[in-house]
């Protein structure tokens, strides 16, 4: 078993770290925000006073925060405090740039480092079946990987650094793209008087199978555990699709990427998101479109 210092022990980090305890790793942790840390608390992790605190004894640190912003921070902050063998590897969901930089911090001292974003939501960050994608070096993939699958089902080592986060953002976009696809086909058959079954039945065993249809049909009925079933309850927030979807314009900005489909389903996330459906989950969209807003006539 490893020491292993967690910081950010939000919806994700909170269950992700208690499953390290299950897996019988000494888990220290900690949270600027005291009902995370008493939730880990009760979990088992053992909480830290600072993040530098977090990582004295670590021999892995994990960093599981809302945005590049704070992961740059909060590794800049345990730099002089980690051991020097150590292995840090970010799980946030940050922009590509950023997670560069954060490797870059420890590129003089050698240290270990990874970028693994994951998916799963917070329902496999509890029932331990994440998917982690990786980005780094061999040795630091091949160190993580036993810690990685107590958390998750599925580690996938996607390149060097930044490689984890620009997978995906990739596959967000993806989704996100064909989400917007999905509901647009619904809303169309609607208006031509076909049934949410009879459209389901058929694209579902047809080349419009995907992820979009399947787990989060925008429609109630044809898949009995999607989100619209339950009034657009998430499921996986439209605000954080729409943070997925700015990462990857980021990215397609500042690597010259042409991603006009991946543009416009941002600015109606965007819109979607402005008009205070941000909770909902994205599948909600189909309503937005319906409504003929931002779509056309
Ligand atoms: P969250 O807001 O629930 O948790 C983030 C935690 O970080 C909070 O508890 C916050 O108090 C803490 N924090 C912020 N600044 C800190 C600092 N300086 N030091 C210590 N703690 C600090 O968010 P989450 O849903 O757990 O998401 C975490 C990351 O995982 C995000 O990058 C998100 O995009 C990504 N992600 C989330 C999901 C999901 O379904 N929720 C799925 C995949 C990826």
Redesign the pocket.
């Known amino acids: 078993s490893s020491t292993i210092g967690f910081?950010?022990?939000?919806?994700?980090?909170?269950p992700m770290a208690a499953n390290l305890v299950k897996a019988h790793h000494k888990v220290t942790g900690?949270?600027?925000?005291p009902?995370?840390r008493e939730a880990a608390k009760e979990a088992g992790v053992v909480i830290a006073a600072s993040?530098a605190e977090t990582v004295a004894e670590a021999d892995v640190i994990v960093?599981?925060?809302?945005?590049g912003r704070?992961?740059l921070?909060?590794w800049n902050?345990i730099a002089a405090h980690v051991k020097p063998e150590a292995l840090i590897i970010d799980?946030?969901?940050?922009d590509v740039d950023s997670a560069r930089n954060a490797h870059g911090l420890f590129a003089a001292s050698g240290h270990l480092t990874l970028d693994a974003?994951?998916?799963?939501?917070?329902?496999?960050?509890q029932a331990a079946t994440?998917t982690f994608m990786a980005g780094g070096s061999k040795p630091a993939f091949a160190r993580a990987e036993p810690i990685l699958l107590a958390m998750g089902k599925r580690a996938v080592h996607c390149g060097e650094a930044g490689a984890g986060q620009a997978a995906?953002i990739c596959n967000n976009m993806i989704l996100g793209i064909s989400m917007i696809g999905v509901a647009e086909a619904f809303v169309l058959g609607e208006k031509l008087g076909l049934t949410h079954e009879a459209l389901f039945n058929v694209a579902s065993t047809s080349s419009g199978q995907c992820w979009a249809l399947t787990t989060n049909c925008p429609v109630p009925g044809p898949v009995p555990t999607s989100p619209a079933n339950r009034d657009y309850r998430?499921g996986?927030?439209a605000a954080?699709m729409l943070?997925?979807m700015k990462l990857s314009q980021d990215a397609a900005l500042s690597s010259g990427a042409a991603t006009p489909l991946g543009a416009h389903a941002t600015q109606l996330f965007d819109l979607f998101d402005k008009l205070g459906h941000g909770n909902e989950d994205f599948s909600a969209i189909i309503r937005f479109l319906r409504g003929g807003t931002g779509g056309g006539n």
């Open positions: 910081i950010g022990l939000g919806n994700m980090g909170g900690f949270d600027v925000a009902a995370a993040a960093t599981m925060l809302p945005n704070l992961v921070g909060v902050e799980s946030s969901t940050i974003p994951v998916s799963g939501g917070t329902v496999g960050a994440l995906k998430p996986f927030a954080l943070k997925d």
